[in-house]
């Protein structure tokens, strides 16, 4: 499975940007998520999507981002309003495989990844 994300860019702060990860089979039965990573840091949580539609958010994007699927194009997208610099990062959309009723936070639980997107937010 290959995942392609693009939509990053260089943005000021309080501007929006969509981001979006378009994976090479049907996604229609997985949990898709987003997480993004700075330098010398884990990688962390932002954003998960069920096969059903639920929705899980890390508390520090919640209210801002949004994260959705396009089952019929392979596509999940995150659009994120409201950036700040904290935002800055390298973003990687995830798939977890599994067939889950459970949405996982965790890094590890998702055995596909993209290439990552650069996201830079100046002030």
């Known amino acids: 499975v290959q995942l392609q994300a693009s939509g990053g860019g260089l943005v000021q702060a309080g501007d929006s940007l969509r981001l979006s990860c378009t994976a090479s089979?049907?996604?229609?039965?997985?949990?898709m998520g987003w997480f993004r990573q700075v330098p010398g840091k884990e990688r962390e949580f932002v954003a998960a999507?069920?096969?059903?539609?639920?929705?899980n958010y890390a508390d520090s994007v919640k209210g801002r981002f949004a994260i959705s699927r396009d089952n019929a194009k392979n596509t999940v997208f995150l659009q994120m309003n409201g950036l700040n610099t904290g935002d800055t990062a390298v973003y990687y959309c995830?798939?977890?495989?599994?067939?889950?009723?459970?949405?996982?936070?965790?890094?590890?639980?998702?055995?596909?990844w993209g290439q990552g997107t650069q996201v830079t937010v100046s002030s």
């Open positions: 995830a798939l977890d495989q599994k067939y889950m009723a459970v949405l996982s936070r965790a890094s590890r639980e998702y055995e596909y």
């Open positions: 089979k049907t996604i229609r039965t997985n949990n």
């Open positions: 999507i069920m096969w059903s539609g639920i929705t």
